[in-house]
T-cell receptor, first 115, second 115 residues
Framework: AQTVTQSQPEMSVQEAETVTLSCTYDTSESDYYLFWYKQPPSRQMILVIRQEAYKQQNATENRFSVNFQKAAKSFSLKISDSQLGDAAMYFCAYRRLQGAQKLVFGQGTRLTINP | DVKVTQSSRYLVKRTGEKVFLECVQDMDHENMFWYRQDPGLGLRLIYFSYDVKMKEKGDIPEGYSVSREKKERFSLILESASTNQTSMYLC??????????????FGSGTRLTVV
């Protein structure tokens, strides 16, 4: 079974600084998807960024980028120029390419932005 | 704008009660999911459904059942609520198709307290 591990329960960063959230996963599959979701206090899960394992290029969405290391099974999220609105729980998630369409989530990292 | 609606934001029930959590989506999605979210554990899959009247157990199905009589509605049932089922419950849906579309839409969650 696939597993996802986020080893940082909490992180904090100064506004306008850069922060990196860590995620590792375990799978025997060669092709899959990886995601970062944000959950603000409103509880609404928001997709931040996604990566397809067959793509070598790291995904980027504005201030959010990932460092995808397939051999190491590592998928970290970098947030540049942190803003107060980035404060939230962040979840890393995995999904197989074939078969069950379910997402497997990590434990989550609570990100605090200090003004 | 697409939506997944969970009928209750907060719910308090007594031990032993039969509890129904309702989830409705307006996007004609085939796949629907029920997750449970607990601090330090992330989101764990309880049940999912590929289509009407079809269901599969997730990682933690014990003490739960589901019903999907119509495509838009996916109900989670706690047959006899217990205090260890106090948690946040999140519903999600997605369309079944190929590689190109992998978007999930989440509801805003139901925080259930069993006393």
């Amino acid at each position: 079974a696939q597993t996802v591990t986020q080893s940082q329960p909490e992180m904090s960063v100064q506004e306008a600084e850069t922060v990196t959230l860590s995620c590792t996963y375990d799978t025997s599959e060669s092709d899959y998807y990886l995601f970062w979701y944000k959950q603000p206090p409103s509880r609404q899960m928001i997709l931040v960024i996604r990566q397809e394992a067959y793509k070598q290029q790291n995904a980027t969405e504005n201030r959010f980028s990932v460092n995808f290391q397939k051999a190491a099974k590592s998928f970290s999220l970098k947030i540049s120029d942190s803003q107060l609105g980035d404060a939230a729980m962040y979840f890393c998630a995995y999904r197989r390419l074939q078969g069950a369409q379910k997402l497997v989530f990590g434990q989550g990292t609570r990100l605090t932005i200090n003004p | 704008d697409v939506k997944v609606t969970q009928s209750s934001r907060y719910l308090v029930k007594r031990t032993g009660e039969k509890v129904f959590l309702e989830c409705v989506q307006d996007m004609d999605h085939e796949n629907m999911f029920w997750y449970r979210q607990d601090p330090g554990l992330g989101l764990r899959l309880i049940y999912f459904s590929y289509d009407v009247k079809m269901k599969e157990k997730g990682d933690i199905p014990e003490g739960y059942s589901v019903s999907r009589e119509k495509k838009e509605r996916f109900s989670l049932i706690l047959e006899s609520a217990s205090t260890n089922q106090t948690s946040m419950y999140l519903c999600a849906s997605r369309v079944t198709d190929g590689r190109a579309n992998y978007g999930y839409t989440f509801g805003s969650g139901t925080r259930l307290t069993v006393v």
